[in-house]
């Protein structure tokens, strides 16, 4: 709940779920001070709203530590035989600041380390998201437009990446879209048109087309009992809002584990209503949202079996 909360003070919620958190919080007052309390906590940052921080902040201030963390020091001049008399003390008391400074360092440098780390990870999950809500206004607006949500192209073509394309040439989505999670590098989107693509032969289009996604992965449809394709349809009364649609790529071996995106933490995932969601199990709703109930890449066996296809994946 605090999760929904925070998008709604933030102006993220779809208007069905905005409406349903304002009818609960007409008639429930703790939860009604929970969202007083978050939105105290979030004013602050309103003060910050103008400035914007040097890009990859974290990333550098890591690295810089890191280069001092594993620099090499030089070596200590031994003391002359003449400054050296008795019982060597010296070498006991060097050892005892030596490991003094290093638990102090461990003590008090690791956890910076650490913070950096997390509040890097954190700020690309919140970029990756940023992406899906784009991803999702692109589509809400083509539908709006065509009446239907992009159909399919005809083979060879009819890979999940061709829906990015799509959307560009139909002017609802920027021709800047990134297609990059920003935790996870991946080779640059490409920049080919709709009709280039088309048009390619079918060697040099296979090579393009897997750089159509980047790091996310698109809904593959779903085919009834006599093999017929259909996609996923918003007006289709069977589905409800809660179908996963578009989110981040699955992992390099298939079969299972999270997405890399993320440092296999999980994935964030974007559903038929517009909302986002971080998931920590590619398991939702009992259903595998990288493979087919057969444990294939291919279009679900039926409505409710969701399948998300990198770029290449066929229906």
Known sequence: MTELLLEYLMDRLDAPNKRRLEERLQVDAKLRHQAELLRQALAPLAWDAEIQPPPNLAARTVARMAEYLCRPLPKAPLPARSEVSGRPWWRRVDILVAAS???LFVGIGLPVVYRLRSAQSASAMVECRKNLFDFHRALKTYEEIHKQ????????RNVAGMIVPILQDAGTLPR???VVCPGHAVAAPCSWTL???REMPAEEFQRQAAKLLGSYAYTLGYRDADGHWYPINRDDETLDSTVPVFGDGPPRAIDSGNSANHG???QNVLFLSGHVQFLTSRIFDNDDIYLSIIRRVEAGRHRR???LGTATARP
């Open 305 to 307: 079996d969701v399948v």
């Open 149 to 156: 949500l992009p159909p399919v192209e005809p083979p060879p």
């Open 195 to 197: 009709q280039q693509l």
């Open 176 to 178: 800047d879209f990134s």
């Open 101 to 103: 400074l290093l638990l």
């Open 264 to 266: 296999a933490l999980g």
